[in-house]
Nanobody, 121 residues
Framework: QVQLVESGGGLVQPGGSLRLSCAAS????????MGWYRQAPGKQRELVAT???????IYADSVKGRFTISRDNAKNTVYLQMNSLKPEDTAVYYC???????????????WGQGTQVTVYS
């Protein structure tokens, strides 16, 4: 019903930058919020940043001042600009969208497949 396609992960040295993108498609009536989460090996998945349709944002303390989340509502796409990357940012990054479908008034969460970000020295 909803597909989230992520792109933009890769390898980067400390201090470098990457930009992640996530495009949502399907039988979408509205997207309430979109966000990025990450999961490092042996750790739980954690929130990185979220943004509502009204552009209200929330960031994890560990990425404040380095990462910026933005959204193109017309394209149902969310971006994560990651600057000053550190080795501890290494993880699989997942996109999530809280979506209301035309066929279902309930808001449900959908996840992307994940994209690997590796920050290496």
């Amino acid at each position: 019903q909803v597909q989230l396609v992520e792109s933009g992960g890769g390898l980067v040295q400390p201090g470098g930058s990457l930009r992640l993108s996530c495009a949502a498609s399907g039988n979408i009536f509205s997207i309430i919020a979109m966000g990025w989460y990450r999961q490092a090996p042996g750790k739980q998945r954690e929130l990185v940043a979220t943004i509502t349709s009204g552009t209200r944002t929330i960031y994890a303390d560990s990425v404040k001042g380095r990462f910026t989340i933005s959204r193109d509502n017309a394209k149902n796409t969310v971006y994560l600009q990651m600057n000053s990357l550190k080795p501890e940012d290494t993880a699989v990054y997942y996109c999530k969208a809280d979506v209301r479908l035309y066929s279902d008034p309930a808001v449900k969460g959908y996840w992307g497949q994940g994209t690997q970000v590796t920050v290496y020295s």
